[in-house]
Protein backbone atom coordinates (compact mmCIF):
# COMPACT_ATOMS: atom_id res chain seq x y z
CA UNK A 1 0.00 0.00 0.00
CA UNK A 2 1.16 3.51 -0.84
CA UNK A 3 0.80 6.51 1.41
CA UNK A 4 -0.13 9.44 -1.17
CA UNK A 5 0.70 12.89 -0.01
CA UNK A 6 -1.33 16.03 -1.09
CA UNK A 7 -0.18 19.41 -0.76
CA UNK A 8 -2.77 20.17 1.41
CA UNK A 9 -2.21 17.84 3.93
CA UNK A 10 1.96 18.22 3.69
CA UNK A 11 1.00 22.07 4.24
CA UNK A 12 -1.29 20.94 7.40
CA UNK A 13 1.45 18.49 8.88
CA UNK A 14 4.21 21.61 8.66
CA UNK A 15 2.12 24.07 10.03
CA UNK A 16 0.77 21.30 13.65
CA UNK A 17 4.70 20.96 14.21
CA UNK A 18 6.33 24.35 12.48
CA UNK A 19 7.92 24.85 16.35
CA UNK A 20 8.92 21.77 17.15
CA UNK A 21 10.23 22.06 13.31
CA UNK A 22 11.84 25.75 13.97
CA UNK A 23 13.53 24.31 17.42
CA UNK A 24 15.61 21.64 15.47
CA UNK A 25 16.85 23.87 12.98
CA UNK A 26 17.86 26.04 15.81
CA UNK A 27 19.61 23.37 17.57
CA UNK A 28 21.15 21.75 14.17
CA UNK A 29 22.33 25.12 13.81
CA UNK A 30 24.45 25.81 16.38
CA UNK A 31 25.74 22.22 16.19
CA UNK A 32 27.16 23.02 13.08
CA UNK A 33 27.83 26.66 14.34
CA UNK A 34 32.29 27.24 13.89
CA UNK A 35 33.59 27.59 17.31
CA UNK A 36 36.51 29.85 16.08
CA UNK A 37 39.85 29.43 15.54
CA UNK A 38 41.64 31.23 18.36
CA UNK A 39 40.61 29.47 20.66
CA UNK A 40 42.45 26.65 22.97
CA UNK A 41 41.07 23.50 22.66
CA UNK A 42 40.07 22.17 26.32
CA UNK A 43 42.93 19.81 27.62
CA UNK A 44 41.77 16.58 27.33
CA UNK A 45 41.38 13.88 30.92
CA UNK A 46 44.56 13.52 31.59
CA UNK A 47 46.43 16.29 29.78
CA UNK A 48 49.41 18.05 31.10
CA UNK A 49 48.56 19.57 33.67
CA UNK A 50 49.55 22.85 34.67
CA UNK A 51 52.39 23.42 37.78
CA UNK A 52 51.11 25.31 41.06
CA UNK A 53 53.81 28.34 41.30
CA UNK A 54 53.82 29.45 44.39
CA UNK A 55 56.36 32.75 43.73
CA UNK A 56 53.99 33.21 40.60
CA UNK A 57 50.90 33.35 42.80
CA UNK A 58 52.53 35.88 44.96
CA UNK A 59 53.97 37.87 42.63
CA UNK A 60 50.45 38.46 41.06
CA UNK A 61 48.79 39.10 44.56
CA UNK A 62 51.20 41.61 44.97
CA UNK A 63 50.60 43.53 42.27
CA UNK A 64 46.98 43.26 42.69
CA UNK A 65 47.47 44.15 46.39
CA UNK A 66 49.61 46.93 45.36
CA UNK A 67 46.85 49.17 43.36
CA UNK A 68 44.63 49.64 46.61
CA UNK A 69 44.74 53.33 47.76
CA UNK A 70 46.97 54.16 50.15
CA UNK A 71 48.50 50.28 50.33
CA UNK A 72 51.26 51.45 47.92
CA UNK A 73 54.25 48.87 47.17
CA UNK A 74 52.72 45.21 48.30
CA UNK A 75 54.93 42.82 48.81
CA UNK A 76 53.16 39.39 50.26
CA UNK A 77 54.40 35.92 51.55
CA UNK A 78 52.34 32.98 51.52
CA UNK A 79 52.68 29.76 53.46
CA UNK A 80 51.62 26.36 51.80
CA UNK A 81 49.82 23.24 53.91
CA UNK A 82 49.48 21.32 50.63
CA UNK A 83 50.54 22.12 47.36
CA UNK A 84 48.00 21.10 44.51
CA UNK A 85 47.63 17.78 43.59
CA UNK A 86 45.63 15.27 40.97
CA UNK A 87 44.33 12.10 42.09
CA UNK A 88 44.29 9.62 39.09
CA UNK A 89 41.19 7.59 38.55
CA UNK A 90 41.63 4.13 39.40
CA UNK A 91 39.92 0.38 38.43
CA UNK A 92 39.28 -1.77 41.60
CA UNK A 93 38.88 -4.86 41.56
CA UNK A 94 38.35 -7.83 44.16
CA UNK A 95 38.71 -11.35 43.92
CA UNK A 96 37.64 -13.40 46.43
CA UNK A 97 38.50 -17.33 47.24
CA UNK A 98 37.29 -19.42 50.42
CA UNK A 99 38.58 -16.89 53.26
CA UNK A 100 40.63 -14.10 51.98
CA UNK A 101 40.04 -11.57 49.00
CA UNK A 102 42.54 -9.86 47.59
CA UNK A 103 41.98 -5.97 46.08
CA UNK A 104 43.89 -4.90 43.29
CA UNK A 105 43.60 -1.66 41.79
CA UNK A 106 45.00 -0.14 38.15
CA UNK A 107 45.73 3.37 37.39
CA UNK A 108 42.98 4.50 33.97
CA UNK A 109 44.99 5.47 31.21
CA UNK A 110 44.33 6.82 27.53
CA UNK A 111 46.18 6.29 24.71
CA UNK A 112 47.10 9.63 23.22
CA UNK A 113 48.97 10.20 20.25
CA UNK A 114 52.07 10.71 22.09
CA UNK A 115 51.66 7.90 24.52
CA UNK A 116 49.48 7.14 27.46
CA UNK A 117 48.49 9.46 30.29
CA UNK A 118 46.04 8.80 33.43
CA UNK A 119 42.91 10.04 33.61
CA UNK A 120 42.56 12.45 36.69
CA UNK A 121 39.44 11.91 38.79
CA UNK A 122 40.13 14.78 41.14
CA UNK A 123 42.29 18.04 40.95
CA UNK A 124 42.91 19.49 44.31
CA UNK A 125 43.64 22.89 44.82
CA UNK A 126 46.52 24.17 46.79
CA UNK A 127 45.90 24.63 50.96
CA UNK A 128 47.38 28.01 52.32
CA UNK A 129 48.51 28.24 56.43
CA UNK A 130 48.96 31.54 56.38
CA UNK A 131 50.35 35.02 54.55
CA UNK A 132 52.34 38.27 55.23
CA UNK A 133 51.84 41.68 53.78
CA UNK A 134 54.39 43.98 53.77
CA UNK A 135 52.98 47.64 52.21
CA UNK A 136 54.09 51.22 53.59
CA UNK A 137 50.27 51.86 54.19
CA UNK A 138 50.03 49.05 56.41
CA UNK A 139 49.75 51.23 59.85
CA UNK A 140 46.45 52.70 58.50
CA UNK A 141 43.15 50.26 59.85
CA UNK A 142 41.01 51.05 56.47
CA UNK A 143 43.87 49.74 54.25
CA UNK A 144 45.06 46.90 57.15
CA UNK A 145 41.18 45.38 56.67
CA UNK A 146 40.78 46.04 53.39
CA UNK A 147 44.07 44.14 52.38
CA UNK A 148 43.21 41.38 54.79
CA UNK A 149 39.57 40.98 52.82
CA UNK A 150 40.95 40.89 49.74
CA UNK A 151 43.91 37.91 50.69
CA UNK A 152 41.05 36.20 52.42
CA UNK A 153 39.00 35.95 49.45
CA UNK A 154 41.51 35.08 46.97
CA UNK A 155 43.39 32.07 49.22
CA UNK A 156 40.14 31.08 51.40
CA UNK A 157 42.43 32.00 54.74
CA UNK A 158 40.62 33.28 57.74
CA UNK A 159 41.33 37.15 58.78
CA UNK A 160 43.51 35.45 61.81
CA UNK A 161 45.96 33.51 59.67
CA UNK A 162 46.81 37.20 57.73
CA UNK A 163 49.10 39.47 59.21
CA UNK A 164 49.42 42.96 57.52
CA UNK A 165 52.39 44.67 58.62
CA UNK A 166 53.80 48.19 58.02
CA UNK A 167 57.16 48.33 55.81
CA UNK A 168 59.31 50.80 54.54
Given at each position: ?55 ALEEKLS ?88 VSSLTGL ?11
Amino acid sequence: MKVQWKPEQLWKLLDKYKYVLLVLAAGLALLLWPSGEGEKPAPAAGGEPEAFDLAALEEKLSRTLSQVEGAGEVTVVLTVRSGAEQVPLTDRSTSTRERDSQVEEKTVVVNTGSGQQAVVRLERAPVFQGAVVVCPGGDRAEVRLLLTQAVSSLTGLGSDKITVCKGG
